[in-house]
């Protein structure tokens, strides 16, 4: 929703009120004129007067109310935006201040050819944090415009699945086996690109947010409804059932944001939720069964293939 949009109603509303307001006042006014008189001659104009004015004051206090949520969801987006900007802050002059010393250390002091080649893979690193960065703020803001349908093709969503886990594999140096998969042939009419932000993110923030140890599992099943279910869990610490739908808002991060340890923007599940939305689908979170942790299972719709490889099960 843009931002002229979502103040329309607001001021719309404020409108209301001070209209209603003002008819209000005048119309106790006259009922006081016309009391002394309604009292005497005709009580009905009195009681007319009276359920009026009533109508109206429950009609200002509802618009009260109404305003009142209003405002308090604008000061928790504001503070929103405020955790975003203090994270975003964070996460470009933290790369930007790691390249910085690498290459004043290279053109200040001669150094060997293996501390040289530690300094650009650390290099490296750093230009793919702000890569990826820039990307998903990118992805966000792209989020309230549709894609062309010729993008749309079939795609096999184990392959998805399998090179999203490759991915998050590399940029946290977790061996391969950490994430395992249970997965069964199927293909989804969707944009590559699509199904490849929603699953990285789920992913990657299943290996982010996991204990110590990472353990991910990645399990995918088809319904006989035409449908696919696909669930990732984790063994980190769980989200509080109180926060579980708030986790996909845009800017949403649990807790402080000058105090986190792991990095991010709070735009990974929001690009999540709209991106399954918009393929016709549902994404939500609980617990796991057994142990901590969460489960984060996404429901989209799909057709079988019979053609491919029988189930995959493995360990990517």
Excluded at 151 to 175: I, M
Excluded at 299 to 308: G, H, M, Q, Y
């Amino acid at each position: 929703m843009s931002p002229r949009r979502s103040l329309r109603l607001p001021i719309i509303l404020a409108v209301v009120m001070i209209v209603i307001l003002i008819i209000l006042t005048v119309g106790w006014v006259l009922l006081a004129v016309f009391g002394a008189w309604a009292n005497t001659q005709s009580a009905g104009l009195y009681w007319t007067f009276l359920s009026v004015g009533t109508v109206f004051i429950a009609t200002l206090l509802a618009g009260v109310i109404v305003y009142l949520v209003f405002s308090i969801k604008t000061i928790n987006f504001n503070q929103r935006q405020a955790n975003f900007l203090d994270s975003v802050t964070h996460e470009f002059k933290s790369p930007i201040a790691s390249m910085k010393l690498c290459l004043q250390t290279l053109g200040r002091r001669q150094v060997s050819d293996e501390e040289r080649a530690s300094f650009h893979q650390y290099m490296m690193e750093d230009l793919d944090r702000l890569d990826l960065l820039v990307n998903q703020v990118l992805d966000a803001g792209r989020m309230d415009t549709h894609p062309p349908d010729d993008e749309v093709e079939d795609v096999s969503l184990p392959e998805v699945l399998q090179e999203c886990a490759k991915t998050v594999c590399e940029r946290y140096r977790v061996p391969s086996e950490t994430i395992q998969f249970s997965t069964e042939p199927c293909r989804l009419r969707a944009r590559q690109v699509d199904l490849e932000l929603i699953f990285r993110n789920l992913i990657d923030n299943a290996v982010k947010y996991a204990g110590k140890e990472p353990h991910v599992e990645v399990d995918l099943q088809r319904r006989p409804d035409e449908r696919v279910v696909i669930q990732i869990r984790d063994n980190g610490a769980g989200i509080p059932k109180t926060l579980r739908n708030k986790v996909f808002e845009r800017f949403r991060r649990l807790g402080l944001e000058l105090e986190r340890e792991r990095p991010g923007t709070g735009l990974g599940l929001f690009i999540v939720r709209t991106l399954v939305r918009r393929l016709g689908g549902k994404v939500r979170v609980r617990d796991r069964e057994t142990g901590t942790g969460s489960v984060f299972e996404v429901e989209l719709p799909a057709k079988v293939v019979v053609d491919e490889a029988q189930t995959l099960e493995g360990r990517e």
